[in-house]
């Protein structure tokens, strides 16, 4: 870690924390070379890859242009696209991979939408499970309406 001072290369860590959600690590360093003090943030690196074999960090920006895709016209807002993305790259993590396949994460998003906005996860199901007729769109929904008789029972 090149100090932000004199950019020296060599530092000592003085301090190490971990953030609430345990995501990251604060840690405060102290250059070798000038004894300025500064902090860095780490975390964790996720890549994604791709259908073509390239690999790519893991971007929640993207999540959210592809469901926003889904939820036009919807009654969905900007914040629950967030916390929707938050969602899907928490489930992502909780999984201890480096890398996951792009399709993984087009399967990650499907609950999180679900439990958001029924018609937008029947417009992105669709994409990602490869409906091919109006049977596929039939028994999706038989599906979400057995669930939701359910969980209606179930209360």
């Not at 690196?45 to 690999?55: A, D, M, N, T």
């Not at 979400?144 to 359910?150: I, N, P, Q, T």
């Amino acid at each position: 870690m090149h100090c932000p001072f004199c950019r020296n290369p060599d530092s000592r860590v003085v301090d190490s924390r971990t953030s609430d959600d345990g995501a990251t690590i604060r840690r405060r360093r102290q250059c070798t070379a000038c004894s300025r003090r500064f902090s860095t943030v780490e975390t964790a690196s996720l890549s994604v890859v791709k259908r073509s074999g390239v690999s790519e960090p893991f971007s929640r920006s993207k999540v959210i242009s592809g469901v926003r895709k889904a939820c036009q016209g919807r009654p969905v807002s900007d914040d629950q696209l967030a916390v929707l993305a938050q969602r899907v790259e928490d489930a992502i993590r909780q999984r201890g991979q480096a890398e996951i396949e792009a399709h993984e994460v087009g399967l990650a998003i499907l609950q999180p939408l679900q439990d958001l906005d029924l018609v937008a996860y029947l417009r992105f199901a669709s994409v990602y499970q490869s409906f091919e007729s109006l049977d596929d769109f039939e028994a999706a929904i038989a599906r979400l309406r057995a669930e939701a008789a359910g969980g209606a029972s179930g209360v």
